[in-house]
């Protein structure tokens, strides 16, 4: 995997998620601006997770169309894992 991508990828994936677990328990409150915020918490790391997941596929060597996977979130991660990474060693 080229390394650049690389970063971008752990710091799109690990902070999205973080971001749609603690917007998720947010989103649980009682209180109106809370939940919104919650909500948009939640919403940020979803395009973050994607974010991550087309640097993880174009540093793989494939389209960062493959980034779609990240509508699957932690699933589309699994899927997108077990591709051969065409970039080895690069």
């Known amino acids: 995997?080229?390394?650049?991508?690389r970063r971008k990828t752990n710091i799109g994936v690990s902070s999205g998620i973080v971001a749609q677990v603690l917007g998720y328990f947010l989103t649980f409150s009682q209180i109106g601006i809370i939940m919104w915020i919650g909500?948009?918490?939640?919403w940020g790391g979803f395009l973050l997770v994607m974010?991550?997941?087309f640097n993880y596929a174009k540093g793989k060597g494939y389209s960062g169309l493959w980034g779609l996977l990240g509508l699957l979130s932690v699933f589309?991660?699994?899927i997108l894992a077990f591709f051969p990474d065409k970039k080895k060693g690069v």
């Open 51 to 53: 974010w991550g997941l």
């Open 1 to 5: 995997m080229i390394e650049e991508y």
């Open 39 to 42: 909500a948009l918490l939640a």
């Open 76 to 78: 589309g991660l699994a």
